[in-house]
């Protein structure tokens, strides 16, 4: 943390170090500057140089996170896709070319559809399923809860890659195989996003849902009025995630979708891959079109996990 | 639709009525919360156990049998499990495993907390900042793994010359078995630096600003609203990443199965990436199978202690 | 306030409800298009395959046309996968019984299947159509569980004009390693970032230069691993003491994504160790190259690969099965359109059938993919396949890594292909 937004440093009577208790009767000024702070004027110039480094530092992290999406893009619009001579920003004579070989060789719009379809569809069943588990467990004093939260988080503990052939007869025996229920049906709940959910539920004081029962409230009401809105930063959170893995998950597509007509993008761009040569504009072409939507949805929860404390009444 | 009648017509949270008797009362009470504990967990609790618990159940069943996927089962009871506890590779891919978790947590938890710490302040532009950390999560480990090849290539890769020029010594980063968990460790960390701000940020944005404000009037140093509103404020979501980041951390797979597969000479393969292997190129799956309890029962304790801790440290409202 | 949370609430539960509801309705209209039999009595065959991915998949629909026209009444449906996963996804469907009714598999991963009792036994098909040493790498014990459908050797690839530059010979057909060795010395020129030479150091180049040593893999019975011997002493040294010195090291990026390709294709690289699936990709160089058949060393052997079709033992329809296989091996619409479009070799008898692929430049030398095929030496192959392969590649690894001798390596490979056997 910079030194210099001590108050300490700027106000006679106040070393650093004080504990909190000690300082009740603090001048008013401090409170003037902290509050100053936000707004960017009359801040004390030490201040200003400890932002001028912050910017830097945050800067040049954020170029160093971004260059490998700035490659994709500069290789996916790069004539001929050479990985060879390392990663470069330079582009010359940008094409489109690797897009439209993309679109060509794959139905795009299609699979791109599937995946969304069933990212969209994933997602929201787990803000359901989760916020209602998690509501449960944060809220609800019933026997075995323990036991059965227990049960709940085991269920992260096993990989995938050894459930993914039991999972597969098991929908064979359904007669559920190649269908989008089948795609769907493994991330409809996630003990990841229940247990996600309730520690932001544990965070939220008691004092408010008591003040709710004691109006006649039910626990639907509780959850759904007053313990929900609170979470949205949370909830934002999960949505990001619970998209980002449906997006994303190859495997158990991969052994259960046999129709073209139901291929995601994984699948989509793991055909891109040859067995002995890959055409790798193309394949950036794809990454760039496969990020691109995580990415929005991504602004779009930021702007939620912000917009959430204008509602939860601290402020 | 359904859920607004429950609303209505369900005074569920109504006190007791004073006539009746106080036992009874409590064990109403308790029935009805086992009803609502039922119609909150029941709309997870299915899916999970038709297509998770189920499942794992098979695959405990699994273990006990000799099978390569494409002949019937063999019954060969506990034997798999008594291989795999006198195989030196089991003893080195939970090492590998515990490495990499050892390596990466403390990486990718100092470098998302001080990420979410930096991007809940004021900043011009931090929402693009917020993204651009977050950009990395979102790429494919097929991109981020060839980056980092190049980044890390041990003749000409950037981080190489850097090193060089400071007069440090230059690994071989992943063609040398003693380096190549460090690289799969880099890549990750830097990966997955925006996840762990994402979780961290939205615990931040539930601290109520009048804590701050209070501890500013008391007239706390930055380092100490740090330390006295922040740390304990964010221990829940904190719980959330270690507890999450151990359970993933075991089952890391993806970044070693792109990076190094393994090698160099099996230096960096880990449990899963050998579970992978058994299943789906060496037809082992019931030994592949009886791997993955034996990493349950690994995770499940390690857990069972965070969760027991957790009473130490983690601050509930 | 509250009122209005609560139905923006029940709005979401019922969106997700409704997505439910949707994903339940579609399934319906996904699996009646996959349904095997339809009403008017035609019988649709199922075919997974990796090789048409990335490239030939139009080429494999032109031959499925072709077949269905000849044959009324039966409907091929074609499901390609990319090669890293297709035998994840082929296991899979095995264990869970809904493997299709053909299905493709290279010459290395038959035996399991065949041992296993997963293929069905083939006694429609007419050997004659095939060349013989193919027809039998996909009999097991006397049973023929599947017919090949396209073969790929390995070959020397050299950059013409790199030769000239340095003034040095070009390659012939009767070159040995020692040719090699001098060229590859000669034309390696660190300064300029070029290389003299390119061979993998992995299983598959390791048998081939073990019987271009005339040593054997396994012992006669297959009971044993037999390549710990002078020969393979002699092959692996040949393989390991390349890197480093004529060949780009791990550390110099060998063994990423494309990194041969991309050297030879800067003309970074003189001479190449590769198959002859990448004629394509070379079509246009700024520079001349050309192939000739690998140099051995007491005597030749070059590799070739081989992918076959096979009818799964669960198959409704194994006659009409057969029949589609029989058509996509061995019809003239489908040796014409693999030597069209350069989609490796088809299996036939008949060399006159070749002679097209022969005129089409470059390579000048297509003869030599020809050649190769008077020295032949297939992978062994055992039940473990997977691992054996993996094993050995990764003692070779050690060796060239400077981890371990190459003696020691070969011995410690010795012993865990034997534990395997």
Known sequence: ??????????????????????????????????????????????????????????????????FPFLWTVVTSITPGGNLSGGPSLIVEDPTMDAYRTLFDTLPMWRIVLNSFGIAVASTLCQLVTGSMAAYGFARLQFRGKNVIFALYLATLMVPLQVLVVPLFIQMTRLNLNDTYFALLAPSVASAFGIFLLKQAMESVPRELDEAATIDGASHLRIY??????????????????????????????????????????PLGLSTLHGQFTTEWNVVMAGSVVSILPIAIVYMFAQRHIIAGMAHTGFK | MASDQIV????????????????????????????????????????????????????????????????????????????????????????????????????????????AVVLNRRLAGRTFFRAAYFLPVVTSWVVVALVWQWLLNPSNGLVNQILGFLNLPQPGWWTDPSWAMASVILASAWKDLGFVMVILLAGLQTIPQELYEAARIDGASAWQQFRRVTLPLLSPSTFFVVVISLINGFQVFDQVYVMTGGGPAGSSQVVVGQIYELTFRYGRAGEASALSWLLFAVILAVTAVQIRGQRKWVHYA | MVRRRSIRFTALAGTAVLALGLA??????????????????????????????????????????????????????VETVPYDDYFTKLQTAVA??????????????????????????????????????????????????????????????????????????????????????????????????????????????????????????????????????????????????????????????AGTPDFDSNLFAEGKLAMWHTGIWMFGGLADTSFEWDIVVEPGNTQNASAMFANGAVVSADSEHPEAAQQWIDFL?????????????????????????????????????????????????????IERQQEMQDAVSEELGNAAAGRKSVEDALADAEQRVNDLL
Request: hydrophobic share 40%; charged share 20%.
């Open chain 1, 224 to 265: 759904a009025t007053v313990i929900l809105p609170l979470v949205r930063p949370a909830l934002a959170t999960l949505t990001v995630f619970a998209f980002m893995s449906s997006w994303n998950s190859f495997l158990w597509p991969l052994v259960v979708v046999r129709s073209p007509e139901l291929m995601t993008l």
């Open chain 3, 24 to 77: 339940a309705c579609s399934q319906g209209s996904a699996s009646s298009s996959s349904d095997s039999d339809s009403a008017e009595g035609t019988t649709t065959i199922r075919y997974m395959n990796f090789s048409a991915n990335d490239g030939h998949e139009e080429d494999l629909d032109a031959i499925v046309e072709a077949f269905e026209e000849a044959n009324e009444g039966i409907e091929v449906e």
């Open chain 3, 96 to 253: 869970g019984g809904t493997v299709a009714d053909t299905f493709e598999l290279n010459y290395e991963n038959f035996v399991t299947y065949a041992e296993n009792g997963s293929l069905a036994a083939l006694d429609e098909i007419n050997g004659d159509a095939y060349q013989d040493s193919l027809l039998e790498a996909f009999n097991r014990d006397g049973t023929q569980y599947g017919v090949p459908t396209s073969f790929s050797n390995v070959v020397l690839f050299y950059n013409k004009t790199l030769f000239d530059e340095a003034g040095v010979d070009l390659p012939t057909g009767e070159w040995t390693w020692a040719d090699e060795k001098a060229a590859a010395e000669a034309l390696t020129d660190a300064d300029a970032g070029v290389w003299g030479d390119y061979q993998p150091i992995s299983f598959h180049e390791f048998y081939k230069t073990l019987a271009q040593s005339g040593g054997e893999f396994l012992n006669e019975d297959g009971t044993a691993a037999a390549f710990n011997s002078e020969a393979g002493v002699e092959a692996a040294t040949w393989l390991v003491e390349k890197s480093g010195t004529t060949m780009p090291t791990e550390a110099d990026g």
């Open chain 1, 1 to 66: 943390m910079p030194e210099t937004t001590t108050p300490g440093t700027t106000t006679p009577g106040t070393t650093p170090g004080t504990t909190a208790g000690t300082a009740a009767g603090q001048p008013p000024t401090v409170r003037r500057r902290w509050s100053a702070r936000g707004g960017g004027d009359g801040a004390p110039p030490r201040a200003d140089v400890g932002r001028v480094l912050l910017y830097l530092g945050v800067g040049l992290g954020g170029l160093i996170m971004l």
């Open chain 3, 329 to 381: 091996a061995a019809s003239d619409t489908t040796a014409d359109i693999r030597l069209e479009t350069s989609w490796e070799l088809p299996p036939v008898a008949d060399e006159s059938k070749l002679t097209g692929y022969l005129e089409v430049t470059p390579p000048e030398n297509r003869q030599a993919v020809l050649d190769s095929l008077d020295a032949v030496v297939l992978p062994p192959v």
């Open chain 2, 8 to 115: 209505r017509d369900r005074p569920a949270a109504t006190p007791p009525r004073p006539q009746d008797g106080r036992r009874s009362a409590r064990r109403r009470s308790r029935l009805r919360t086992a009803g609502w504990a039922m119609f909150f967990l029941l709309p997870s609790g299915v899916p999970l156990l038709l297509f998770t618990f189920v499942p794992m159940v098979s695959s405990a069943w699994v273990s006990l049998h000799e099978w390569n996927l494409i002949s019937e089962m063999q019954w060969v009871g506990f034997a798999n499990y008594a291989h795999l506890l006198t195989d030196p590779t089991t003893r080195e891919v939970f090492g590998h495993t515990v490495l990499y978790i050892v390596g990466y947590f403390p990486l990718v938890y100092a470098g998302g907390l001080a990420l």
